[in-house]
């Protein structure tokens, strides 16, 4: 059965562009674009992983995992940052807010399906 | 569609609505917002071209983005303070971002020499106190280096891998990065149990398990670090070459109470995730609530739920439905009227649900048209860069102040009403206002303020564009409109007439530039122009006070309130908005002229008359100016005429349907609608009906004086 991911990020092109390749390796992609709105997808779907990027209005990324750790059902949810930035110090911040991994932007489809496949059973 | 290009569209669409927020934010943060959401709003904007950039390869667009969101993260964590010139640093990068997307978009390269110049600034700004800037070539360089090459011979890692508690919190998983070890080749894994507790003091989040394990595979260092890269400091890792590539003597000495698992590169993919998974299952902390089959499955079959608040919708579509709708009312006016010839009582069921249908019909139009309706915003937005290039080429200051950006109107008349306004904002900003200098002298501030505000009035939309300049010189402009024979040199005009002498055709030209509102391409253009959108303008001026612009323009084209007459026995529409005034003539104030044209003597001056019936051709007879009613119309450029028509039936809105497109264009026709008794009425063309009667005959003043 393939795997579930959702995808969190206000920007419309990375969102489609995260479909566009996600779909194409076979994943089911659900869509939210920004931490709130994650939150509220949660609600109603399990996702098996959950891609997110870090600035988005209203929540987040850093706050969104947060979130969603607090959450006891999804304490253990894989979750990777998208970043454009390169630096340590996202990163770090991204990990001690609780995130599972990060994929670099601009990302490429297959390191991005790696990534995915290096959280999830 | 190829969905790359899709993708790109997307970027494009989705650039230019964050460059509208780049500069909403900008211009808040000018005014003095300094509040963490507009900051945030502005980076996140900047931030998000340069992101959706890097997809495409954009290398010059992703380069300046970095610079400029690396200031303005400056600006955010307020390492940068926010100075009046930092402001304009950052307004202009945000006009030079514009131009690299649209030279993104139209693939070609943006100029090198104004970004350069404001790289360099930047780089200065950047370079402040503590220099945290990253190099813009790390992150305009591809994802990340690619791998490299395999080193040619075989080696042996030893590793061991001790997962902490907080690994398995972050949602990390041992047996996924184990599995992922034994993609680099061939693994040797020892699990140890020593340190796991009897049950009955397990704690069940803690961590006990961990690995020790051989890695044959012909990679370096870095691509074994690479597996552990998300659980850096989450677990204890040492990774270590094993000095001699010895046979594997490991097997050899397992521990009593450990496992061996054996993993195989890639191909076998299916058969190693089995065992690796095993152990882990074992171990109840890490081990999260997996849904059941069933459960799995009633998630699939729900369709998804990430269903966002807006939608985009063809426009096509939109306009269809707005077609269909229209078709509706006229549908629902009918069997109104077929209801009522039947002799139905008003007060039976059926006429009774017929008002309750109406009621429903009213409402799905206006709903339709609420889905076309967007907020003036869009074109706002321009407004502030163009504020700023006219005032950086006329040396003026210029503050633009905007109102009511919020206001709906219909999407086609957004579309047009852009260029009217930019026209009217530039001439506001170069002509309207005085040089820094001359306002000084006045007493006044240097800076000029320009203010744009947008209202709804009585079922319109209403376009104010005030300045606080110099104001219209009266006595100049009436001397030019007399020099260039638009006026009478002994025209009696009020002030608002003399300042409507701006919108005449001819008045304008470049000899005007330095007093008035308009530079070679007239006032006329925009009055022609906001007229053909069924709108009015008007201006107001005070001397040393400064010129109020007001346009006022209908919410929708597809419908129009009109006036049903009838001429020669046919029913036609005349938009309500060129009816000044219903008269009836009197044959004493009837004068014909040689060339078959009558006049009609009004308050002092004379309009000509129009005959709609002979004019269309539905009759060959003129119409006896005493049977008839006459309306006062005033067509582009404030030409005034009566027509004459055989009686008036009343007022209604009316769908318009473009008679063009269904059958063709007709001359002194605009358009057609269909009329509750389902037979066609035409719209009349009141413009071109109006110009016939000057044709030839070059403008007389009296028109002007007839008002």
Redesign the interface.
Known sequence: ?SK?V?TVD?????R??LK?SLVAAGF?V????DGV?GLE?LA???PDVIVTDI???RMDGFGFIEAV?RDP?N?????LVLT????AEKKGRA?AA?????I?????PV?LVDAI????? | MDPMAAIRDVFFQECEEQLAELETGLLRMEDGADDPDTVNAVFRAVHSIKGGAGIFSLDALVRFAHVFETSLDGVRSKRIAVTPAVMKLLLRAADALADHVRAGREGVAAEPGKTAALVAEFAVLNAGPSAAAAPPAAVAAPVAAPPPPPAPVERIWNIEFKPLAVLYAKGNEAALLLRELGQLGRLELDLNTKSLPSLAEIEPEGAYLSWTARLHAECDEAAVRDVFDFVDGDCTLSISLQPAPVARPAAAEEAPEGFEFEFFPPSAESSESEPVSEPVAEVPEHHPAAPGPVEAMAAKAETSSAVSATIRVDLDRVDRLIDLVGELVINEAMLSQRVLEAGIARASGVAMALDELEHLTREIQDSVMAIRAQPVRSVFQRMPRLVREVAAQTGKQVRLLTEGEGTEVDKTVIERIADPLTHMIRNASDHGLESPAKRLAAGKPAEGVVRLTALHRSGRIVLEVADDGAGINRPRVKAIAVEKGLIAADAQLSDEEIDNLIFLPGFSTAAVISDISGRGVGMDVVRQSVTALGGRISISSRPGHGSTFTLSLPLTLAVLDGMVVSAAGHTLIIPLGTILETLQPRAKDVHALDNDLRVLALRGGYVPIVDVGLTLGYSDQRIETTQSVALLVEGEGRTKAVLLVDAIHGQRQVVIKSLEANYRAVPGIAAATVMGDGRVALILDVDAVVSGTRSDAPREPSLLEAR
């Open positions: 059965m579930t959702l206000d920007s419309r092109t990375m489609d562009m566009h089911r659900i869509q939210a674009e709105h997808v109603e779907e399990k600035n988005m209005p750790r059902a304490r253990a949810m894989p979750m454009t930035e390169v630096d990990k609780g995130a599972t991994g990060w670099v932007k601009p990302f490429d390191k496949r290096r959280v999830t059973a």
